[in-house]
């Protein structure tokens, strides 16, 4: 899987090496790919080494997960469905890194943002289904931007660690989900599985035609785009940017850092909500304890895999995807316990975390004969 | 992969290798090839509510001709829609146990709807009419098992104080309290149920908590309703407690204080499902049963249970055998003073009423919210 994408864009990257104008116009860019394609193959070997020692082959392991994540249309289409939340949630913890701060508590959000799109729906059943769709999005974005711009607030004007708090709050959306979802929201048929009343088929955003994947994956990489844009090309980005390098240079230079931090919050939260929201209104059509699937705490892992880049959030999200994916395949051919896909999760990690070290230190790319 | 190849296929060995059978409606046949589908929700070695399930499973893989495929920590979100498509598309997957409740709707619903030809069994749901017609649900009256598990525990406490730790107050939940806490005031009048719910089917810690807990106040015979009874019992027997276990037989991990317990007996049904579908019949849609049906079991007594205990337990456990004993038979009290079934009214096994039960008896300690 890896080495059919990493094999190409090393080839890219060393054939042009005679040209050194080229590798110092590009050499930024080819290190952020090559450094990651490295550090992924280097993982993935590891993992076949780790695989070995249970006595299965590691090729069978590379056949298995090329098969289960990319060797089929059908296996494309399940890792796109597992990689559309995970760009929504990265996002959560992508963007408010732009001013230094550590967020990780997109699943509190996803919660949070489900719960309101689907009051939002319930509350205007009679309504065409377009208006309740977007009341839907409208709510989810509202409903999740609140809940990180509470763990935002808490830091500006409280002095209160933001880590902490935002994974406290995911505890809190948690338990007030359960509460509502079991009291004031709970549809009495659900008998054994208490969960609120159904939005309705007709108000159900489907998936992508002639695919199985449901648009949430669109909405994430809209969102991914979107949010790329705004750090890396206007002047807010770039507000956020210089906050986010130097607190006090930005408040000398006049920049309204509150504001940045409340906003940047919001369109966080606003992002892991949307999340929620799909997870209503295309996969469960409901509210109940199935949401707390993780996709916020994958986010996390999605967003420091990618560097914080928006863009970057986009393929990592559906390599993880691809992993989640073909972890089904390896536990069915091979027998490996489901933790062997934590495992490798946690080895890529490692590794990219590791080759952070690399940056900057590889002499030819930086155009030097 | 193009699907509808592969159940041709399988449809054309089914029909040649079974010199007796043929390939039955709309159903798919029985190959000498035939794969089978197992999903669980938790880890299979869990000692509960998965482990119980992949027994069943490996009943099936000694019978010849069957291929059995398992996927465990499935989510209970399109992961598990993706996983029963991988199954049927990457492994031929004919009949599909998703095992957890979670699933039914709307993921094995929505898969059901899909595959027409294929059939899927749940465990716990409740099938009707609107459902489609190759889905089934079927789930054993363990309340049966418990019963007896409280008559056991009734002669064996010395401080007439039970415990149950439970997972959420939900109507299957509650049944078992309530058929335990029957059971042991049958035996013992003066026998009293203290129930803690943890909020949710596996949570070690609040389950190793509730456990000290209980114990603390002087409870000596604990059993359970969540996942993973394991916690419960090791921590319980540590404390030099007696346990009644849940869901599969518990005794390896507590040999001196395991009394008896409440079993699934899918080792049992799983075959029996299979021999009916070779054989032409119609899985009822809904199928339901207990002790008599063979769908649950008792443990075997452990060895500080009473010659008096063992003969009232083996007693009842016989009338329950043969079809001739109601658990909840008028008037029973709950809690709080209040008649919930009147003199007179026999609630067997199958009223629909106790399906919605939302009350905990007299005798009980706890609330339901």
């Known amino acids: 899987m890896t080495s059919g994408v990493a094999?190409?864009?090393?080839?890219?990257?060393?054939?042009?090496?005679?040209?050194?104008?080229?590798?110092?116009?590009?050499?930024?860019?080819?290190?952020?790919?090559?450094?990651?394609?490295?550090?992924?193959?280097?993982?993935?070997?590891?993992?076949?080494?780790?695989?070995?020692?249970?006595?299965?082959?590691?090729?069978?392991?590379?056949?298995?997960?090329?098969?289960?994540?990319?060797?089929?249309?059908?296996?494309?289409?399940?890792?796109?469905?597992?990689?559309?939340?995970?760009?929504?949630?990265?996002?959560?913890?992508?963007?408010?890194?732009?001013?230094?701060?550590?967020?990780?508590?997109?699943?509190?959000?996803?919660?949070?943002?489900?719960?309101?799109?689907?009051?939002?729906?319930?509350?205007?059943?009679?309504?065409?289904?377009?208006?309740?769709?977007?009341?839907?999005?409208?709510?989810?974005?509202i409903g999740g931007g609140l809940w990180i711009m509470l763990a935002g607030g808490l830091r500006q004007y409280r002095g209160v660690n933001e880590t902490i708090s935002s994974l406290l709050l995911v505890y809190i959306a948690l338990a007030i989900l359960n509460h509502l979802v079991e009291g004031a929201m709970r549809d009495p048929a659900s008998l054994n599985k208490p969960s609120t009343r159904e939005i309705g088929a007709a108000n159900m955003i489907g998936s992508i035609p002639g695919t199985d994947v449901h648009w949430g994956l669109v909405f994430g990489i809209v969102a991914a785009i979107a949010s790329y844009i705004l750090i890396y090309h206007t002047v807010f980005g770039f507000a956020a940017r210089v906050a986010g390098g130097n607190i006090r240079a930005a408040k000398i230079v006049g920049l309204s850092v509150g504001k940045l931090i409340m906003t940047i919050c919001f369109l966080a939260g606003a992002s892991a909500g949307v999340?929620?929201?799909?997870?209503?209104?295309?996969?469960?059509?409901?509210?109940?304890?199935?949401?707390?699937?993780?996709?916020?705490?994958?986010?996390?892992?999605?967003?420091?895999?990618?560097?914080?880049?928006?863009?970057?959030?986009?393929?990592?999200?559906?390599?993880?995807?691809?992993?989640?994916?073909?972890?089904?395949?390896?536990?069915?051919?091979?027998?490996?316990?489901?933790?062997?896909?934590?495992?490798?999760?946690?080895?890529?990690?490692?590794?990219?975390?590791?080759?952070?070290?690399?940056?900057?230190?590889?002499g030819f790319l930086k155009g030097k004969s | 992969m193009d699907f509808g190849s592969i159940s041709r296929r399988h449809l054309l060995q089914g029909s040649a290798a079974l010199t007796l059978g043929t390939a039955f409606g709309a159903r798919s046949a029985l190959a000498a090839d035939t794969t089978i589908g197992f999903i669980y929700v938790g880890s299979r070695d869990d000692y509960g509510y998965n482990q119980a399930h992949a027994q069943g499973a490996a009943a099936l893989k000694k019978m010849p001709g069957l291929k059995v495929v398992e996927e465990e920590k499935v989510a209970?979100?399109?992961?598990?829609?993706?996983?029963?498509?991988?199954?049927?598309?990457?492994?031929?997957?004919?009949?599909?146990?998703?095992?957890?409740?979670?699933?039914?709707?709307?993921?094995?619903?929505?898969?059901?709807?899909?595959?027409?030809?294929?059939?899927?069994?749940?465990?716990?749901?409740?099938?009707?009419?609107?459902?489609?017609?190759?889905?089934?649900?079927?789930?054993?009256?363990?309340?049966?098992?418990?019963?007896?598990?409280?008559?056991?525990?009734?002669?064996?406490?010395?401080?007439?104080?039970?415990?149950?730790?439970?997972?959420?107050?939900?109507?299957?939940?509650?049944?078992?309290?309530?058929?335990?806490?029957?059971?042991?005031?049958?035996?013992?009048?003066?026998?009293?149920?203290?129930?803690?719910?943890?909020?949710?089917?596996?949570?070690?810690?609040?389950?190793?908590e509730a456990t000290n807990s209980l114990i603390d106040q002087g409870v000596d015979v604990l059993t359970c309703h969540v996942d993973g009874p394991k916690t419960m019992v090791e921590n319980a027997a540590r404390?030099?407690?007696?346990?009644?276990?849940?869901?599969?037989?518990?005794?390896?991990?507590?040999?001196?204080?395991?009394?008896?317990?409440?079993?699934?007996?899918?080792?049992?049904?799983?075959?029996?499902?299979?021999?009916?579908?070779?054989?032409?019949?119609a899985i009822p849609n809904f199928y339901r049963g207990g002790l008599k049906e063979e769908i649950v079991k008792v443990s075997p007594y452990g060895e500080a249970v009473s010659a008096e205990a063992r003969k009232h337990a083996d007693g009842i456990k016989a009338k329950l055998t043969a079809g001739d004993y109601v658990i909840f038979k008028g008037p029973i009290m709950d809690n709080k003073g209040k008649t919930v079934i009147s003199a007179g009214t026999e609630r067997g096994q199958k009223d629909p009423e106790l399906e919605k039960m939302d009350y905990l008896v007299e005798g009980v300690i706890g609330a339901t919210s």
């Not at chain 1, 996709?295 to 999605?302: A, E, H, K, M």
């Open chain 2, 239 to 281: 404390r030099g407690a007696m346990v009644c276990g849940y869901h599969v037989n518990q005794s390896p991990l507590a040999p001196k204080a395991y009394l008896t317990g409440a079993e699934w007996n899918w080792e049992a049904l799983y075959p029996k499902f299979v021999k009916m579908i070779a054989a032409g019949e």
């Open chain 2, 76 to 208: 209970e979100t399109d992961a598990v829609e993706k996983t029963m498509e991988s199954m049927i598309n990457l492994d031929g997957a004919t009949l599909l146990f998703p095992t957890s409740f979670g699933y039914y709707n709307p993921h094995m619903i929505k898969m059901a709807s899909k595959f027409p030809k294929l059939r899927f069994e749940h465990c716990g749901g409740l099938w009707s009419d609107k459902d489609p017609k190759n889905a089934g649900s079927y789930f054993g009256y363990i309340d049966e098992a418990q019963y007896i598990s409280g008559i056991v525990a009734g002669y064996s406490t010395k401080t007439n104080k039970l415990g149950f730790v439970a997972a959420k107050p939900i109507p299957q939940v509650l049944r078992n309290i309530n058929a335990f806490t029957l059971g042991a005031k049958l035996a013992n009048p003066k026998a009293t149920t203290q129930v803690i719910f943890t909020g949710d089917w596996s949570m070690p810690v609040k389950e190793a």
């Open chain 1, 275 to 362: 999340a929620g929201m799909v997870e209503v209104a295309a996969v469960q059509g409901r509210t109940n304890a199935n949401l707390a699937a993780g996709y916020g705490f994958t986010g996390i892992l999605v967003a420091f895999l990618a560097r914080q880049n928006p863009l970057a959030i986009i393929p990592v999200a559906i390599l993880l995807g691809g992993i989640s994916a073909s972890g089904g395949l390896l536990q069915r051919r091979l027998g490996l316990p489901d933790a062997s896909v934590q495992v490798l999760q946690g080895i890529i990690f490692v590794f990219v975390l590791a080759s952070d070290a690399l940056y900057g230190r590889i």
């Open chain 1, 7 to 141: 094999d190409p864009l090393e080839a890219a990257a060393i054939s042009p090496a005679a040209d050194p104008g080229f590798l110092q116009r590009y050499g930024g860019t080819i290190e952020y790919i090559l450094i990651p394609g490295a550090a992924l193959v280097g993982a993935l070997g590891v993992f076949g080494i780790f695989v070995a020692l249970f006595g299965k082959s590691p090729l069978d392991l590379y056949f298995f997960m090329y098969q289960g994540a990319f060797g089929t249309w059908f296996s494309w289409q399940n890792t796109l469905t597992r990689a559309a939340p995970l760009i929504l949630t990265a996002l959560c913890t992508a963007l408010p890194a732009q001013l230094g701060m550590v967020i990780i508590g997109g699943e509190g959000a996803l919660l949070i943002g489900a719960l309101a799109a689907t009051s939002a729906a319930l509350m205007m059943q009679s309504a065409p289904p377009l208006v309740v769709q977007l009341a839907m999005v409208v709510a989810g974005m």
